[in-house]
Nanobody, 124 residues
Framework: QAQLVESGGGLVQPGDSLRLSCAAS????????LAWFRQAPGKEREFLAA????????YYRDSMKGRLIISRDNAKNTVFLQMNNLTAEDTAVYYC?????????????????WGQGTQVTVSS
């Protein structure tokens, strides 16, 4: 079955760093682009970062650029999101998503598959 499963969320303090993982399974995801989104309570889901299959195209949300690093290990079918200097405003459910599109990856409606999400809570 085609599936995306996020992990690595949890409770952290302001200033901490966190590395999220998303494991993709199923032949559907071969050569797919992978991305990260987040959704805070009462807010719309927002794009964070995306990376295509050969790792030649990488996109970041402008307001988050410099605090995020997206990477992938194609041999393990896994995408990662390194987040640094976290603040309370980063509290949200973080989702990974997949699309066959290889460019212009910042649009939510391009993504065909979504994970269930992992909760990140930043609090002192």
């Amino acid at each position: 079955q085609a599936q995306l499963v996020e992990s690595g969320g949890g409770l952290v303090q302001p200033g901490d760093s966190l590395r999220l993982s998303c494991a993709a399974s199923g032949r559907t995801f071969e050569r797919y682009s992978l991305a990260w989104f987040r959704q805070a309570p009462g807010k719309e889901r927002e794009f964070l970062a995306a990376i295509n299959w050969p790792r030649t195209s990488i996109y970041y949300r402008d307001s988050m650029k410099g605090r995020l690093i997206i990477s992938r290990d194609n041999a393990k079918n896994t995408v990662f999101l390194q987040m640094n200097n976290l603040t309370a405003e980063d509290t949200a459910v973080y989702y990974c998503a997949a699309t066959s599109v290889q460019r212009n990856l910042g649009k939510r409606n391009l993504y065909d598959f979504w994970g269930q999400g992992t909760q990140v809570t930043v609090s002192s």
